[in-house]
Structure formats: C-alpha cells, structure tokens
C-alpha cells in the first residue's frame, strides 16, 4: 500500500514562488511514476506535472519553464518547485502514483493520491 502525504501550500503574491513536497511511504513499484495535479475552485482537477523512476518528465504546456517537478529517493520525497505563480493558479495540489506503464497527465489514471495541500496566489 501506498501513502503519500502532500505540504508546502501557503498563499502567496502573484509572481511569487513555492516549493510543494509529498512524503511518500509504502510499497515502490506501485509508484514508479509520481505526479503532481491540481484542482482550483470550480474546476476539474488538471495534471501539471510527473516523473518517472528514471527521472524523465511530462509537464502540462501551462507551467513549462515556471514550475520544476523533482524526487529526492533517498527521502521518498516529491518536490514541484512553482515560480512566477499566476492567481489562476490557485488549487488544491494533489501528489499521485502509479506503477510502470503510463506516466502521462491523465488523472483517471493514477489510483493513489494524497489529500493535497492548498495554494493560493493573490493579485
């Protein structure tokens, strides 16, 4: 069984940066690709970002270049470093993962996710 428990969220003026972090516990293979998502008021949840065992990256055409997804597997830590944020951009971010196979930005087709942690980007 897999856990992965999301931090990091604050608000934050637009423009301005974060660092999200997601701890994660539990059985490896079923999460050799880790994703980031997000959910704003209103909206459906978006994938943003993810990352293979192997290091290789997907990122949505939205945040290429501003926002960065990494692991540290040593810590079992996933990181998405969020910069020149946009109001728009506030949503619940949410960790996820999934075994080998797929590592896109479909969310019907991750089965372990976190609870998210709050972002909120003021103008």
């Known amino acids: 069984q897999v856990q992965l428990v999301e931090s990091g969220g604050d608000s934050v003026q637009s423009g301005g940066f974060l660092r999200l972090s997601c701890a994660a516990s539990?059985?490896?293979?079923?999460?050799?690709?880790m994703a980031w998502f997000r959910q704003g008021p209103g909206k459906e949840r978006e994938g943003v970002a993810t990352i293979r065992s192997d290091g290789s990256t997907v990122y949505a055409d939205s945040v290429k270049g501003r926002f960065t997804i990494s692991q540290d597997t040593a810590k079992n830590t996933l990181y998405l470093q969020m910069n020149s944020l946009k109001p728009e951009e506030t949503a619940m971010y949410y960790c996820?993962?999934?075994?080998?196979?797929?590592?896109?930005?479909?969310?019907?087709?991750?089965?372990?996710w976190g609870r998210g942690t709050q972002v909120t980007v003021s103008s």
């Open positions: 996820a993962a999934r075994n080998p196979g797929y590592c896109g930005l479909a969310r019907g087709l991750y089965y372990v």
């Open positions: 539990g059985d490896t293979y079923r999460r050799t690709c």
